[in-house]
């Protein structure tokens, strides 16, 4: 039977034992029948069935290194000999099914095959990650539990020195964990790990991009991408704009913005729009919006609930700054990046 995905990792632990984080060096989507005989040849065949995350030693990180090497898997083993005399916390993960996670690092796992690439947003089963992910203090000294802050920082200033805690959150950076080819990043801090980047893409300063959104192509990130939203390829977020992600407000659908396509500065969308569509900047859309339909003439055609364009490619959404409705009609442009800003070599 083929498995979903494979991993060996090293993490961080609190002071109880339990995972706070796991990097993962080189995560395998679809492992080969002869490297999951590797790992349960060492384990144990119970790893065989189902989905599990098995804390390792430093014997057995030198025994699944060699069981890797025999069955070609030079990398695996190059990491899993790295880490055996290290005295770190070592796992592996090793999931049969693209189920619900159950544990910490089948969480991280997951989001970091989305970081690195291996997996599109929306095509995993995420369901009840936030329960498995603790709250955790991002430091200069790595990852810290709530509960072992304050001895942490104690520890700290008696060395005469100072713990900095950069952000306390469920999610970490994604450039901690992940940094796929080809992208630009103006701060790292705004994009969670997660994150799907695709190469060519640029990621301004205050752009941002949540865990299990991010882009399909080339584009130009100035806003804020929210959980499950992807942008399609040669978009442009303008700056302060927002796209409401699947959580928002309670709802399930999962929008997006269509390849070739612009949102304004400041503007929003809370429905998907397809391929070279435009919102002016300043307006946002909402699926009860009421919208006025144009004709290429200016002559008004309808008025429809902007649910009903969801997707619906070449069209630009504008408002009326004389009488104030919302307004659109047939986009007859495509919005074209500049190719010298997103070869990011």
Same mark, same amino acid.
């Given at each position: 039977?083929?498995?979903?995905?494979?991993?060996?990792?090293?993490?961080?632990?609190?002071?109880?034992?339990?995972?706070?984080?796991?990097?993962?060096?080189?995560?395998?989507?679809?492992?080969?029948?002869?490297?999951?005989?590797?790992?349960?040849?060492?384990?144990?065949?119970?790893?065989?069935?189902?989905?599990?995350?098995?804390?390792?030693?430093?014997?057995?990180?030198?025994?699944?290194?060699?069981?890797?090497?025999?069955?070609?898997?030079?990398?695996?083993?190059?990491?899993?000999?790295?880490?055996?005399?290290?005295?770190?916390?070592?796992?592996?993960?090793?999931?049969?099914?693209?189920?619900?996670?159950?544990?910490?690092?089948?969480?991280?796992?997951k989001l970091q095959l989305l970081s690195t690439g291996l997996k599109q947003p929306n095509s995993m089963d995420l369901n009840g990650i936030f329960g498995l992910l603790p709250n955790v203090a991002w430091t200069?000294?790595?990852?810290?539990?709530?509960?072992?802050?304050?001895?942490?920082?104690?520890?700290?200033?008696?060395?005469?020195?100072?713990?900095?805690?950069?952000?306390?959150?469920?999610?970490?950076?994604?450039?901690?964990?992940?940094?796929?080819?080809?992208?630009?990043?103006?701060?790292?801090?705004?994009?969670?790990?997660?994150?799907?980047?695709?190469?060519?893409?640029?990621?301004?300063?205050?752009?941002? &991009?949540?865990? #299990? /959104? =991010?882009?399909?192509?080339?584009?130009?990130?100035?806003?804020? $991408?929210? @959980? !499950?939203?992807?942008?399609?390829?040669?978009?442009?977020?303008?700056?302060?704009?927002?796209?409401?992600?699947?959580?928002?407000?309670?709802?399930?659908?999962?929008?997006?913005?269509?390849?070739?396509?612009? &949102?304004?500065? #400041? /503007? =929003?969308?809370?429905?998907?729009?397809?391929?070279?569509?435009? $919102?002016? @900047? !300043?307006?946002?859309?909402?699926?009860?919006?009421?919208?006025?339909?144009?004709?290429?003439?200016n002559e008004l055609v309808d008025t429809v609930k902007a649910a009903s364009l969801a997707g619906k490619p070449d069209l630009l959404f504008r408002r009326n700054s004389l009488n104030g409705r919302i307004e659109?009609?047939?986009?007859?442009?495509?919005?074209?990046?500049?190719?010298?800003?997103?070869?990011?070599?």
């Open positions: 039977m083929s498995h979903f995905s494979f991993a060996f990792g090293i993490g961080s632990q609190s002071s109880q034992g339990d995972w706070l984080e796991v990097f993962y060096p080189q995560p395998v989507l679809s492992p080969s029948a002869d490297l999951v005989a590797a790992i349960t040849g060492v384990l144990g065949s119970q790893l065989a069935t189902g989905n599990h995350a098995v804390q390792i030693d430093a014997k057995q990180a030198s025994q699944l290194a060699k069981a890797c090497t025999i069955a070609g898997q030079a990398d695996q083993a190059k990491w899993l000999t790295q880490a055996a005399d290290k005295g770190q916390p070592m796992v592996i993960t090793l999931l049969e099914t693209d189920s619900g996670p159950t544990t910490t690092p089948e969480v991280y796992l200069n000294e790595g990852a810290v539990a709530i509960d072992d802050l304050t001895q942490r920082q104690m520890d700290a200033r008696l060395r005469g020195e100072w713990l900095h805690v950069n952000a306390v959150d469920k999610f970490p950076r994604m450039a901690d964990y992940a940094v796929p080819k080809g992208i630009r990043i103006g701060d790292a801090s705004r994009v969670r790990l997660g994150a799907h980047v695709a190469e060519g893409t640029t990621v301004m300063h205050e752009g941002f &991009i949540n865990f #299990n /959104a =991010g882009t399909l192509g080339h584009g130009m990130i100035e806003g804020r $991408i929210s @959980a !499950g939203v992807t942008v399609g390829n040669n978009s442009d977020l303008g700056g302060g704009c927002s796209t409401m992600g699947t959580l928002s407000g309670g709802g399930k659908i999962v929008n997006s913005v269509g390849a070739d396509s612009l &949102i304004g500065a #400041n /503007a =929003g969308m809370g429905i998907p729009i397809g391929d070279r569509c435009i $919102i002016e @900047a !300043g307006l946002y859309i909402t699926g009860g919006s009421k919208v006025a339909l144009l004709d290429m003439n659109v009609k047939p986009n007859r442009t495509a919005v074209e990046l500049n190719a010298d800003l997103h070869t990011n070599n």
